[in-house]
């Protein structure tokens, strides 16, 4: 574990709700939420995988809840916000962690998989993010949407998802904007690649990933609980005037995506280059 530079009851008497919260990225988000004080409710379509989730977090002490249900379905979503809210006595944060990914070229992408993923990740911010509103309104609270870094340039195989997560970050600027009036924050994280995940199971598996880490300038895959120290910055007070912010965690991975003229050749034209006095 990371040493945290944050009291360990920063998010004490807060509660957050943290859709796809049983697994990977969202589940690292809700460990360090519980080790600072919150009380963590999460969401997911697997009840066994919530169930598992929710034994680890109660051992930090704060309440837990579990609910079912699937962000795609916006009747599901306001029951999950209302169960979550009548148990742990309102939401003050939202986290909209629940997504879809599988590696497809567009040419071969059904129309049905492309909807699937945008409901899964676009349409399902939405959902849980209005049917949010009124509890966050009361808790003067805040949304933190997990993006990604793909649509910054274009991602072989991962059209659909590109086009979710530019969507997303459009809704996070757009949301912030409309609902900052009414004392709610609205906040992106765009994390990198993230060891142990099955987003990185999916996308970059076996040889692809250590070339992928190799590239990376920090030369390693981040660690969902490094998301998760993000995240809790994001929902402190050190963060009180940040919002419509979309954070980037990536060890710098996308800023060095490889440029389409081999760094070789750059290397040779400027060996080659003689030094021109200016003409007086
Ligand atoms: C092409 C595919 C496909 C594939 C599904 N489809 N998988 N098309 N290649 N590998 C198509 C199906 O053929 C179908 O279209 C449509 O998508 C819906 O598929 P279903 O299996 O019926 O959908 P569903 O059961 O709802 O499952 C959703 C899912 C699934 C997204 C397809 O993979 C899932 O539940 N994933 C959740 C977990 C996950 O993906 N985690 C990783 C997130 S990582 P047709 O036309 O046949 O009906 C992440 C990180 C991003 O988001 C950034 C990383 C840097």
Same mark, same amino acid.
């Given at each position: 574990m990371?040493?945290?530079p944050?009291?360990?009851?920063?998010l004490?008497? $807060?509660?957050?709700?943290i859709t796809?919260?049983?697994?990977?990225?969202?589940f690292?988000?809700?460990?360090?939420f519980a080790s600072?004080g919150?009380?963590? %409710?999460?969401m997911g379509?697997?009840?066994?995988?919530?169930?598992?989730?929710?034994?680890?977090?109660s051992k930090?002490?704060?309440k837990t809840?579990?609910?079912?249900?699937?962000?795609?379905?916006?009747e599901a979503?306001e029951?999950?916000?209302? %169960?979550t809210a009548?148990?742990l006595g309102?939401?003050d944060?939202?986290?909209?962690?629940?997504?879809?990914?599988?590696?497809?070229p567009?040419e071969?992408?059904?129309?049905?998989?492309?909807?699937?993923?945008?409901?899964i990740d676009?349409?399902?911010?939405?959902?849980m993010s209005?049917c949010?509103?009124?509890?966050?309104k009361k808790?003067?609270?805040l949304?933190i949407?997990?993006?990604a870094t793909?649509h910054?340039?274009g991602?072989?195989?991962q059209s659909?998802?590109?086009a979710a997560?530019?969507?997303i970050d459009?809704?996070t600027?757009?949301?912030? %904007?409309?609902?900052g009036?009414?004392?709610?924050?609205?906040?992106?994280i765009?994390?990198?690649p993230?060891?142990d995940t099955?987003?990185?199971?999916?996308? %970059?598996?076996g040889e692809?990933?250590e070339?992928?880490?190799?590239?990376?300038?920090?030369? $390693?895959?981040g660690t969902t609980e490094?998301i998760?120290?993000?995240?809790l910055?994001?929902?402190?007070?050190a963060a009180?005037?940040?919002?419509?912010?979309?954070?980037?965690?990536?060890?710098g991975?996308?800023?060095a $995506?490889?440029?389409?003229?081999?760094r070789?050749?750059?290397e040779?034209?400027?060996?080659?280059?003689?030094?021109?006095e200016p003409s007086?």
């Amino acid at each position: 574990m990371l040493t945290s530079p944050f009291k360990s009851d920063v998010l004490k008497g $807060r509660v957050a709700l943290i859709t796809g919260g049983g697994s990977g990225i969202n589940f690292g988000i809700a460990k360090v939420f519980a080790s600072h004080g919150a009380d963590v %409710a999460i969401m997911g379509r697997r009840e066994e995988v919530l169930k598992a989730a929710v034994a680890e977090l109660s051992k930090f002490g704060g309440k837990t809840f579990y609910k079912t249900g699937d962000v795609r379905d916006a009747e599901a979503c306001e029951a999950v916000i209302n %169960a979550t809210a009548e148990a742990l006595g309102g939401i003050d944060i939202l986290i909209n962690g629940a997504a879809g990914n599988f590696l497809c070229p567009p040419e071969m992408l059904s129309s049905n998989g492309f909807k699937t993923v945008i409901d899964i990740d676009l349409n399902g911010t939405f959902n849980m993010s209005r049917c949010a509103f009124t509890h966050l309104k009361k808790s003067q609270g805040l949304i933190i949407n997990i993006s990604a870094t793909l649509h910054y340039k274009g991602t072989p195989f991962q059209s659909h998802v590109s086009a979710a997560k530019a969507g997303i970050d459009a809704l996070t600027i757009n949301l912030a %904007a409309e609902w900052g009036p009414f004392g709610i924050r609205v906040c992106g994280i765009a994390p990198g690649p993230i060891g142990d995940t099955e987003g990185m199971r999916r996308l %970059a598996p076996g040889e692809i990933g250590e070339k992928l880490k190799q590239a990376i300038p920090l030369k $390693r895959y981040g660690t969902t609980e490094e998301i998760g120290m993000a995240a809790l910055f994001l929902s402190s007070s050190a963060a009180q005037y940040i919002t419509g912010e979309t954070l980037v965690v990536d060890g710098g991975e996308w800023l060095a $995506r490889p440029s389409p003229v081999p760094r070789e050749l750059v290397e040779k034209m400027v060996a080659a280059q003689t030094r021109k006095e200016p003409s007086a």
